[in-house]
C-alpha cells in the first residue's frame, strides 16, 4: 500500500515537471548554433564580470532634513598664515548674540616664515589641482567622502630645509568653540580687548608701515576634523597690494553627517563667496584692515550615507542576465534559421525550374537516340 502511494506521489510530480528532459536522439545540433552559443558565453561571461564590479561598488545617498539642533556648540578648525609678525595682529570671534571667542581659548600663535619650502609649494599646487578638479566635477566629492581616513593627510606638511631666514609671519592654528549662530571670525591689527558695547583691537601702538595681510589658508573647516576631506579654502593664498587692504570671506555652513564604511560622524561641509578691496576713505572705501570670515548655519542637515547592493538583488540581476542572453540568443537563432532556409528553398526552386527541358515548335532536339534502326537489324 505505501509503494502505491510512492508511486502515485512519483507520477504526480511528473506531470507536474515544468523542465520536461528531451531525449538526446531528438537533438540536432548545427555550426550556427555552436556559434551562437559561444557568443552567448561570452557575453555572459563579461556582463557577470561587469556586474560583479557594479555590486563592489558603493554610491552616495544625499537626505535633506531640517536641523532641530540648537544648542550644541560649533568647532572651527583653523591653521591660516599672515604675512605680519604675531605681536602685531589678534583674531577672535563675534558672533550675533554679542559673545566674544578669545583666540585665546584654543588658538596658538607661531611666528614661521612666509616663503614656503619646495615641498610644501608642491603640496600646494597639487592641492590647487583638485581644488580646480572639484569645481569642474561635484561627483569627486563622493570620492573624497568616500576615502576620508584611509587617504593621506592633507594638512601642510612641515619644511624640510633648516632656513636660516628670520621668521617674518604668524601662523594662526588651533580650533574654537563658538555659539552655533552667525557671527565673525577676524584676524586685525592689534590684540582684542573686551569691550561693554562689543569689543575693540589695540591697532594705535602698531605703525601703517607693518600692515601685509597677505595670508595663506591651509586649513579651515566646521565640525569634527576628519582627515582626507579637502575644504573649499585649503590652499588658498591671498597677495595684498596694499597695506590698507580688506579681504572677506562670506561662509554659508550646512550641518552634515557622514556615515561610510569608514567613519560615523558629524561634520559641516560649506560654501564660500570672496571679496577684497583696498581700504580708502578718501575715495569712499571704508572698512578696517585685516581678513574677515563672515560665516552663517544653514537651517537644513544633510545626511550623506554610504549605500551598497544587497546579495539578493546581486543574484536577481544575474538571473536576469543569463536567462536574457539565453532567450535572446535563441530567439535570434530561431529567426535566422527561419530566414536562411526560406532565402535557401526559394534559390532551389528557381534553379530547378530553369534547368528543365521543354519540347516545343521551333526548338531543337538534341537527344541522339543510344540504338538506331540498323542496330535492331
Given at each position: 500500500m505505501r509503494r502505491l502511494n510512492r508511486?502515485?506521489?512519483?507520477?504526480?510530480?511528473?506531470?507536474?515537471?515544468?523542465f520536461p528532459k528531451v531525449p538526446e536522439s531528438y537533438i540536432e545540433t548545427s555550426a550556427s548554433g555552436g556559434t551562437v552559443s559561444i557568443i552567448a558565453f561570452t557575453t555572459m561571461a563579461l556582463l557577470t564580470i561587469m556586474?560583479?564590479?557594479?555590486?563592489?561598488?558603493?554610491?552616495?545617498?544625499?537626505?535633506?532634513?531640517?536641523?532641530?539642533?540648537?544648542?550644541s556648540k560649533l568647532?572651527?578648525?583653523?591653521?591660516?598664515?599672515?604675512?605680519?609678525?604675531?605681536?602685531?595682529?589678534?583674531?577672535?570671534?563675534?558672533?550675533?548674540a554679542e559673545t566674544m571667542v578669545a583666540s585665546a581659548d584654543g588658538l596658538v600663535y607661531e611666528p614661521v616664515i612666509f616663503e614656503l619650502s619646495p615641498l610644501q609649494k608642491e603640496w600646494q599646487r597639487m592641492l590647487h589641482i583638485i581644488q580646480s578638479k572639484l569645481q569642474e566635477e561635484h561627483s569627486l566629492q563622493d570620492v573624497i567622502f568616500k576615502s576620508a581616513f584611509k587617504s593621506a593627510s592633507?594638512?601642510?606638511?612641515?619644511?624640510e630645509d633648516n632656513s636660516l631666514q628670520p621668521?617674518?609671519?604668524?601662523r594662526i592654528h588651533g580650533h574654537l568653540y563658538v555659539n552655533k549662530v552667525a557671527g565673525n571670525f577676524h584676524i586685525t591689527v592689534g590684540k582684542a580687548i573686551p569691550h561693554?558695547?562689543?569689543?575693540?583691537?589695540?591697532?594705535?601702538?602698531?605703525?601703517h608701515d607693518s600692515y601685509n595681510f597677505s595670508h595663506r589658508?591651509?586649513?579651515?573647516?566646521?565640525?569634527?576634523?576628519?582627515p582626507g576631506i579637502i575644504n573649499p579654502l585649503d590652499g588658498t593664498e591671498k597677495i595684498a597690494s596694499d597695506y590698507n587692504h580688506m579681504f572677506q570671506y562670506f561662509i554659508t555652513v550646512v550641518p552634515t553627517k557622514l556615515h561610510?564604511?569608514?567613519i560615523s560622524s558629524e561634520t559641516h561641509q560649506f560654501s564660500v563667496t570672496e571679496r577684497e578691496r583696498v581700504i580708502n576713505h578718501a575715495a569712499g572705501s571704508h572698512g578696517v584692515s585685516g581678513i574677515f570670515m563672515k560665516y552663517d548655519i544653514s537651517s537644513l542637515m544633510v545626511t550623506v550615507t554610504e549605500e551598497h547592493m544587497p546579495f539578493w538583488q546581486f543574484l536577481v540581476r544575474l538571473c536576469g542576465i543569463i536567462g536574457g542572453i539565453f532567450s535572446t540568443t535563441g530567439i535570434l537563432h530561431s529567426i535566422g534559421r527561419f530566414i536562411v532556409e526560406i532565402v535557401c528553398c526559394r534559390f532551389k526552386l528557381g534553379s530547378s525550374k530553369s534547368t528543365s527541358v521543354t519540347h516545343q515548335d521551333g526548338h531543337l532536339n538534341n537527344h541522339v537516340p543510344l540504338m538506331t534502326d540498323d542496330a535492331l537489324h
Amino acid at each position: 500500500m505505501r509503494r502505491l502511494n510512492r508511486k502515485k506521489t512519483l507520477n504526480l510530480m511528473k506531470e507536474l515537471d515544468a523542465f520536461p528532459k528531451v531525449p538526446e536522439s531528438y537533438i540536432e545540433t548545427s555550426a550556427s548554433g555552436g556559434t551562437v552559443s559561444i557568443i552567448a558565453f561570452t557575453t555572459m561571461a563579461l556582463l557577470t564580470i561587469m556586474e560583479f564590479m557594479v555590486y563592489q561598488d558603493t554610491w552616495m545617498k544625499y537626505e535633506y532634513e531640517v536641523d532641530k539642533d540648537f544648542t550644541s556648540k560649533l568647532r572651527i578648525n583653523i591653521d591660516i598664515t599672515v604675512a605680519m609678525k604675531c605681536q602685531y595682529i589678534g583674531a577672535d570671534v563675534l558672533d550675533l548674540a554679542e559673545t566674544m571667542v578669545a583666540s585665546a581659548d584654543g588658538l596658538v600663535y607661531e611666528p614661521v616664515i612666509f616663503e614656503l619650502s619646495p615641498l610644501q609649494k608642491e603640496w600646494q599646487r597639487m592641492l590647487h589641482i583638485i581644488q580646480s578638479k572639484l569645481q569642474e566635477e561635484h561627483s569627486l566629492q563622493d570620492v573624497i567622502f568616500k576615502s576620508a581616513f584611509k587617504s593621506a593627510s592633507t594638512a601642510l606638511p612641515p619644511r624640510e630645509d633648516n632656513s636660516l631666514q628670520p621668521p617674518d609671519a604668524c601662523r594662526i592654528h588651533g580650533h574654537l568653540y563658538v555659539n552655533k549662530v552667525a557671527g565673525n571670525f577676524h584676524i586685525t591689527v592689534g590684540k582684542a580687548i573686551p569691550h561693554p558695547r562689543g569689543h575693540a583691537h589695540l591697532a594705535a601702538l602698531v605703525s601703517h608701515d607693518s600692515y601685509n595681510f597677505s595670508h595663506r589658508i591651509d586649513h579651515l573647516s566646521f565640525g569634527e576634523l576628519i582627515p582626507g576631506i579637502i575644504n573649499p579654502l585649503d590652499g588658498t593664498e591671498k597677495i595684498a597690494s596694499d597695506y590698507n587692504h580688506m579681504f572677506q570671506y562670506f561662509i554659508t555652513v550646512v550641518p552634515t553627517k557622514l556615515h561610510t564604511s569608514k567613519i560615523s560622524s558629524e561634520t559641516h561641509q560649506f560654501s564660500v563667496t570672496e571679496r577684497e578691496r583696498v581700504i580708502n576713505h578718501a575715495a569712499g572705501s571704508h572698512g578696517v584692515s585685516g581678513i574677515f570670515m563672515k560665516y552663517d548655519i544653514s537651517s537644513l542637515m544633510v545626511t550623506v550615507t554610504e549605500e551598497h547592493m544587497p546579495f539578493w538583488q546581486f543574484l536577481v540581476r544575474l538571473c536576469g542576465i543569463i536567462g536574457g542572453i539565453f532567450s535572446t540568443t535563441g530567439i535570434l537563432h530561431s529567426i535566422g534559421r527561419f530566414i536562411v532556409e526560406i532565402v535557401c528553398c526559394r534559390f532551389k526552386l528557381g534553379s530547378s525550374k530553369s534547368t528543365s527541358v521543354t519540347h516545343q515548335d521551333g526548338h531543337l532536339n538534341n537527344h541522339v537516340p543510344l540504338m538506331t534502326d540498323d542496330a535492331l537489324h
